[in-house]
């Protein structure tokens, strides 16, 4: 199956209509890791593919999600974006036209909202009267040689990282560290002043990837200094969660990071995304840190789309009123003031 990120949208003369159905999970490494069915299972009450059928009967891509009941809603959230099937060639249109199908779809087995998909999931397009956002995310290209991804890393940041390595920093790989990781991560998001999982609910995250998850560990002297949590296949390697403790080793995250990216690329991965960027983020903000952090380690940004969708209104307010208490709004909320045009979102 061909990557996402290698896809082009070709002209043509008539989109076909493309009708959105359940179809039969059928996952294998060549496809993205967050359409597995364990995983799915793993994170959502309700689960499912749902496939992109045209007027020939053919099925064009697939679309995975699940559904979280939370306070009595029925939440879909979409965990890819829409995923091509086969060698034939699916423009933006015909996109469009699947997903107001999968509106449909969610309509009439009677779901409230579909929510903002993970970071990970960067659409092309949106289904009319959708709610929509730009996002992005940066990405590694590890279909390179390793000494050209070194020559991509900044000046600065193969400073730290030869620091860090002459310092004797030490990257570990390993399921066991699933509880200091948690403690590590959960930790950095507090500083952050923002949630995180609990740790039964990490733990099923993680195990739920099974073969295609990895924890990465930064060690200095005996002291964790940072961790990592990744989720692979053949297509694409994801940075998930990350933290440090404080006052970490300098460049002890760093070199996690450059040697993760050289772990997956020897595995024969294609691309290592750091999953999710927002665009355009106001400077000097921590959103823009972030974002040259991943720029120093050679990544470059690819957008695209985050979008919603208020399936039942009435019930969808409770979801909208009370993402914005919790945390002032969604993804698409705080990103949409982006657009820099009213109406449908088009490539």
Same mark, same amino acid.
């Given at each position: 199956m061909p990557s996402i990120a290698d896809r082009q949208v070709p002209s043509v003369a008539r989109p076909y209509e493309i009708k959105a159905e359940p179809i039969e999970i059928r996952w294998d490494v060549s496809?993205?890791? #967050? =359409?597995e069915e364990t995983?799915? +299972?793993? &994170?959502?009450?309700? @689960?499912?593919?749902?496939?992109?059928?045209?007027?020939?009967?053919?099925?064009?891509?697939?679309?995975?999600?699940?559904? &979280?009941?939370?306070?009595?809603?029925?939440?879909?959230?979409?965990?890819?974006? $829409?995923?091509?099937?086969?060698?034939?060639?699916?423009?933006?249109?015909?996109?469009?036209?699947?997903?107001?199908? %999968?509106?449909? @779809?969610?309509?009439?087995?009677?779901? /409230?909202?579909?929510?903002?998909?993970?970071?990970? =999931?960067? #659409?092309? $397009?949106?289904? /009319?009267?959708?709610? =929509?956002?730009? @996002?992005?995310? @940066?990405?590694?290209?590890?279909?390179?040689?390793?000494?050209?991804?070194?020559?991509? &890393?900044?000046? $600065? $940041? +193969?400073?730290?990282?030869?620091? =860090?390595?002459?310092?004797? %920093?030490?990257?570990?790989?390993?399921?066991?560290?699933?509880?200091?990781?948690?403690?590590?991560?959960?930790?950095? #998001?507090?500083?952050?002043?923002?949630?995180?999982?609990?740790?039964?609910? #990490?733990?099923?995250?993680?195990l739920a990837l099974g073969e295609n998850g990895k924890i990465l560990m930064a060690d200095f002297q005996g002291v964790p200094q940072s961790f990592a949590v990744f989720a692979f296949s053949k297509p694409c390697a994801y940075w998930i969660y990350g933290g440090n403790i404080q006052d970490q080793r300098q460049g002890a995250m760093k070199l996690l990071q450059w040697e993760a990216i050289r772990l997956f690329r020897n595995l024969g991965v294609k691309k290592f995304d750091f999953f999710g960027a927002r665009i355009n983020p106001e400077k000097g903000s921590k959103q823009e840190g972030i974002n040259l952090m991943k720029k120093h380690l050679g990544a470059s940004l690819v957008e695209g789309y985050v979008w919603k969708y208020s399936l039942r209104p009435s019930r969808a307010w409770l979801y909208s009123m009370g993402v914005r208490m919790l945390r002032g709004g969604d993804i698409v909320d705080q990103e949409a003031h982006k657009l820099d045009w009213v109406g449908n979102v088009e490539s």
């Open positions: 496809m993205p890791v #967050f =359409a995983f799915l +299972r793993a &994170v959502g009450d309700e @689960y499912g593919w749902l496939g992109g059928i045209d007027e020939r009967g053919s099925l064009r891509c697939i679309l995975p999600y699940t559904i &979280v009941r939370k306070g009595g809603l029925r939440l879909v959230r979409f965990r890819m974006e $829409t995923i091509l099937y086969g060698d034939e060639e699916l423009n933006v249109n015909e996109e469009k036209s699947f997903l107001n199908n %999968v509106v449909r @779809y969610f309509k009439n087995v009677r779901a /409230d909202v579909i929510i903002p998909p993970t970071n990970n =999931a960067l #659409f092309r $397009t949106c289904p /009319d009267g959708a709610n =929509a956002a730009p @996002y992005g995310s @940066y990405v590694v290209d590890l279909q390179q040689p390793e000494d050209l991804l070194w020559q991509n &890393v900044s000046k $600065t $940041t +193969r400073s730290n990282i030869r620091t =860090a390595q002459k310092d004797g %920093v030490s990257i570990h790989e390993g399921t066991g560290f699933l509880q200091p990781a948690h403690e590590v991560i959960r930790q950095t #998001f507090r500083r952050s002043k923002m949630n995180f999982m609990d740790r039964e609910s #990490f733990k099923r995250f993680v």
